[in-house]
Structure formats: structure tokens, C-alpha cells
């Protein structure tokens, strides 16, 4: 299942889908604009905490992954850890 949401990702990355960090993130469940959120598995909790109560608010479905904050960011290409990715709907 792991692997499965790796390569998700990576495609939704390639197709501009994804919207990085928990700033941004936030900002969109407020708008409604997202379909999914992954939380990395080193997520703080307070912040996992409202990402959830947005989620169930919107009907948002939220995924916690196995891969740490800083694999994430790899996988991104980002030279940072990256805790929350949501896709845009």
C-alpha cells in the first residue's frame, strides 16, 4: 500500500495536484478546494489534530502515511521535510 501512495503522489506532483505544507493546506481545506489530505507519520499532533477537524468538517478524506516528514519532501523534490500534502479537487 506504500508504494501505492508513492507513486499517487508522484503523479499528482507531475500534474500540479498537490498543494504543499500546513499553511497552504489549511488554507484550502478552509476554501473547499481538496479532495484528500496525506499526513506524514511524523506529524505534529496538534496540527494533525485540526487538519482532521477540517477534514471531517469538509468530507475530506485523510490519509496518514508511513513515510517521515523529510522522505516526503525527497519524494516532492523539495529540499525541506514536508508534513501535510493536500490534493487539489
Given at each position: 500500500?506504500a508504494?501505492?501512495?508513492?507513486?499517487?503522489?508522484?503523479?499528482?506532483?507531475?500534474?500540479?495536484?498537490?498543494?504543499?505544507?500546513?499553511a497552504e493546506?489549511?488554507?484550502?481545506?478552509r476554501?473547499?478546494?481538496l479532495?484528500?489530505?496525506?499526513l506524514?507519520s511524523?506529524?505534529?499532533?496538534a496540527?494533525?489534530?485540526?487538519i482532521?477537524?477540517y477534514?471531517?468538517?469538509g468530507?475530506?478524506e485523510?490519509?496518514?502515511i508511513?513515510q517521515?516528514?523529510e522522505?516526503?519532501?525527497?519524494?516532492?523534490?523539495k529540499p525541506?521535510?514536508?508534513?501535510?500534502?493536500?490534493?487539489?479537487?
Amino acid at each position: 500500500m506504500a508504494m501505492e501512495i508513492v507513486e499517487d503522489l508522484k503523479k499528482l506532483l507531475a500534474a500540479d495536484k498537490l498543494v504543499l505544507g500546513t499553511a497552504e493546506t489549511l488554507k484550502m481545506l478552509r476554501r473547499g478546494k481538496l479532495q484528500k489530505v496525506f499526513l506524514a507519520s511524523n506529524c505534529d499532533p496538534a496540527v494533525k489534530g485540526d487538519i482532521e477537524r477540517y477534514c471531517k468538517m469538509g468530507n475530506v478524506e485523510f490519509v496518514m502515511i508511513a513515510q517521515a516528514g523529510e522522505e516526503i519532501g525527497v519524494l516532492c523534490r523539495k529540499p525541506f521535510a514536508i508534513s501535510i500534502i493536500g490534493v487539489l479537487a
